[in-house]
């Protein structure tokens, strides 16, 4: 099991980023993704997560109605597409997968490498 996130970069306060999340040696369809992040000297936190249990999404408070997880099955890829950026959104951005549901994405996923988000003016 591979993940490789990427999309990362510096951007202004309200732009927008879509990070992607792209599998190989499995196929993501059948797993729970989780986009989790860490800011410098913060801990990791939960971001978004689109679940297999019920395909329902979820977001931390922070990001709803900003951030939107998604899914390209044809691609294995898991996408975020980060609108409205702010300041307090830069940190490095990972990609978590687990053939269960969103609570076992952090103790038992099988992670890739995090991609850097910069916002800043």
């Known amino acids: 099991v591979q993940l490789q996130a990427s999309g990362g970069g510096l951007v202004q306060p309200g732009d927008s980023l879509r990070l992607s999340c792209a599998a190989s040696?499995?196929?993501?369809?059948?797993?729970?993704i989780g986009w989790f992040r860490q800011a410098p000297g913060k801990e990791r936190e939960g971001v978004s997560c689109?679940?297999?249990?019920?395909?329902?999404?979820y977001y931390t408070d922070s990001v709803k109605g900003r951030f939107t997880i998604s899914r390209d099955n044809a691609k294995n890829t898991v996408y975020l597409q980060m609108n409205s950026l702010k300041p307090e959104d830069t940190a490095v951005y990972y990609c978590?997968?687990?053939?269960?549901?969103?609570?076992?994405?952090?103790?038992?996923?099988?992670w890739g490498q995090g991609t850097l988000v910069t916002v800043s003016s």
């Open positions: 978590a997968a687990v053939p269960a549901s969103c609570d076992y994405l952090a103790d038992f996923g099988s």
């Open positions: 040696g499995f196929t993501l369809e059948h797993y729970t």
């Open positions: 689109i679940s297999i249990i019920d395909g329902s999404s």
